[in-house]
């Protein structure tokens, strides 16, 4: 390899790369989970309810065996465990623990944690995952977080100089208001400087799911772009629960799937470049595509509702069953900051209008995406999807600066040569691809019903939202709207829902964007 020459290439030689070790603690659990379970299996047939202390040791083998071989796995979903992750790479949690909707996460921001410390999961030693390549691995890391101190220091300027004429930051400013214009600015610099972090690095989180799910996590681990870090990370998770209730996993021998079907040959033609052509020109410049819906969804939604509160249709026309579900002024549901859409009757009608979206996101966008779990999305294999050319996204604050857009395509050149040479090398593409960046596009495919895109749509269309999910909710709002009209006047961020009807106008507190966005939306520019 050649000596070092540029400066972040010099920086980055003396900058220490940290192996990220997977610290697993069981936070919060059941006291007998297993027991729990078969009591309450024993409830559905008993003519009073059934608490864990009367299981008998007869019941736990015969009871435990007919539910869960029979797949009545209910039983098994009223435990939970709350688990204490520590040093998991972000790779594996968008890859796997974030891939399905049955879970709860808290996870270290970085967009608002300054990272300073190259912490990193990095592959143990073995036959393909030599010396060599892990100098190469780790260099690479170097190399990576050097370009985000030096872009987070580019960036601030930029940042502050915006955020400053958005709140009219002057000499006569008070001196409270100048500081959070600089805080923010920090945050703002931070948050577009991780683009260009590897998704290998750590994270930390609390992350609480069921029995069953856990049972499911266990069995599937290798479904996903990380599993030897999945195999690990999971191993501990039970390890944790077996030291409060061995039985819970040991009274059964189903062990993880060895043969996946997603890696059988011919599941995937070699590269993604081709593929990837392909979805953009579909896009066609676009974030998000608006590619199927129901055209009759309206109409639909409108005799849910009348089915729901006893009238006719000439009692009530197609247009007012609309206006009292979706009017703010009408509905007070659609005023609460809790989301309580499944719950409230009069809303249950709108999840009979689906849409479905083609988008094309960061690993970074897409890893808070897909937290709105009731809108799933069909994500990709990156190891079936992987592209030899550097596939990225870029951020508007880097791209309006001429400086910080040559330190940003440097990184993502430097990314793809270091992930291409250890493919050349035999490195298995499973451990090269935790050198991808942040900033690595993901194109997915992603379904949901007006009920729950209506909650997303309303955080997201706000100005604190991350900037790619804005803009993808803004494009998404603006193709349903061409679509179905009727739906127009009642789909916005909070500020817009709630103008003239509640106060605080802005649910965002002294995270105030600073705009009056309800006054313009949805004609508004974003400028950060």
Same mark, same amino acid.
Request: proline share 4%.
């Given at each position: 390899m050649a000596s070092p020459s540029t400066p972040g290439e010099v920086q980055a030689a003396a900058l220490a790369v940290e192996q990220a070790v997977a610290r697993v603690t069981l936070r919060n659990s059941f006291a007998h989970p297993y027991d729990s379970a078969i009591a309450a299996a024993r409830t559905c047939y008993a003519p009073r309810l059934i608490s864990p202390a009367e299981v008998t040791e007869k019941q736990r083998t015969t009871i435990g065996a +007919?539910?869960?071989?029979?797949?009545?796995?209910?039983?098994?979903?009223?435990?939970?465990?709350?688990?204490?992750?520590?040093?998991? #790479?972000?790779?594996?949690?968008?890859?796997?623990?974030?891939?399905?909707? &049955?879970?709860?996460?808290?996870?270290? #921001?970085?967009?608002?944690?300054?990272?300073?410390?190259?912490?990193?999961?990095?592959?143990?030693?073995?036959?393909? &995952?030599?010396?060599?390549?892990?100098?190469? &691995?780790?260099? +690479?890391?170097?190399?990576?977080?050097?370009?985000?101190?030096?872009?987070?220091?580019?960036?601030?300027?930029?940042?502050?100089?915006?955020?400053?004429?958005?709140?009219?930051?002057?000499?006569?400013?008070? @001196?409270?208001?100048?500081?959070?214009?600089? /805080?923010?600015?920090?945050? /703002? +610099?931070?948050?577009?400087?991780?683009?260009?972090?590897?998704?290998? +690095? =750590?994270?930390?989180?609390?992350?609480?799911?069921?029995?069953?799910?856990?049972?499911?996590?266990?069995? %599937?681990?290798?479904?996903?772009?990380? @599993? =030897?870090?999945?195999?690990?990370?999971?191993?501990?998770?039970?390890?944790?629960?077996?030291?409060?209730? =061995?039985?819970? &996993?040991d009274r059964f021998d189903k062990g993880p799937l060895e043969e996946l079907p997603e890696w059988q040959p011919g599941q995937s033609g070699g590269t993604g470049d081709a593929q990837a052509r392909e979805f953009d020109a579909q896009l066609d410049g676009r974030t998000s595509l608006l590619i199927d819906y129901s055209p009759s969804a309206p109409r639909v939604m409108a005799q849910a509702y009348r089915a729901v509160v006893g009238l006719t249709e000439t009692e009530c026309p197609d247009k007012e069953a609309l206006n009292r579900m979706l009017n703010p002024a009408c509905n007070p549901y659609r005023l609460e900051t809790l989301n309580v859409g499944v719950h409230a009757p009069l809303m249950r009608p709108l999840q009979h209008a689906n849409f479905t979206f083609a988008k094309k996101l960061s690993h970074s =966008?897409? #890893?808070?995406?897909?937290?709105?779990?009731?809108? @799933?999305?069909?994500? @990709?294999?990156?190891?079936?999807?992987?592209?030899?050319?550097?596939?990225?996204?870029?951020? %508007?604050?880097?791209?309006? #600066?001429?400086r910080a857009r040559e330190v940003y395509e440097r990184a993502m050149q430097d990314a793809w040569a270091a992930k291409n040479e250890l493919l050349d090398r035999g490195v298995p593409r499973e451990f090269a691809l935790y050198l991808l960046p942040n900033a690595k596009a993901i194109r997915l495919v992603e379904s949901g019903s007006l009920l729950h895109l209506l909650h997303k749509w309303t955080m997201r269309t706000c100005f604190n939202a991350q900037e790619e999910i804005y803009q993808a909710s803004m494009e998404e709002v603006a193709q349903v709207r061409t679509a179905m009209p009727e739906l127009a006047p009642y789909i916005g961020p909070p500020c817009y829902v709630r103008a003239g009807i509640a106060t605080p106008i802005c649910t965002e507190g002294s995270h105030f964007c600073g705009v009056k966005v309800w006054q313009e939306f949805p004609n508004i520019e974003r400028r950060i």
């Open positions: +007919a539910t869960f071989y029979a797949g009545h796995h209910t039983v098994y979903q009223h435990a939970h465990f709350e688990f204490g992750l520590e040093n998991v #790479s972000r790779q594996f949690v968008w890859s796997f623990l974030h891939a399905h909707p &049955f879970y709860n996460s808290e996870q270290q #921001s970085q967009r608002y944690v300054r990272l300073d410390r190259a912490l990193a999961y990095v592959p143990q030693l073995g036959d393909h &995952f030599g010396v060599a390549e892990k100098e190469i &691995f780790e260099r +690479a890391i170097a190399r990576a977080w050097s370009a985000y101190r030096e872009l987070t220091s580019l960036l601030k300027d930029d940042a502050r100089r915006i955020l400053g004429d958005i709140w009219n930051i002057g000499t006569m400013s008070h @001196p409270r208001r100048i500081e959070k214009v600089e /805080r923010q600015a920090e945050k /703002r +610099a931070i948050e577009v400087a991780r683009y260009v972090l590897p998704v290998a +690095a =750590a994270t930390t989180m609390v992350h609480t799911l069921s029995g069953v799910v856990l049972h499911r996590l266990w069995r %599937m681990q290798g479904a996903s772009d990380t @599993p =030897a870090e999945a195999r690990a990370v999971i191993g501990e998770m039970l390890a944790r629960v077996r030291e409060v209730d =061995a039985e819970f &996993f =966008a897409d #890893s808070q995406d897909q937290r709105h779990r009731m809108v @799933p999305g069909s994500r @990709p294999l990156l190891i079936l999807t992987d592209t030899s050319a550097p596939d990225f996204i870029m951020p %508007m604050l880097i791209r309006d #600066s001429q």
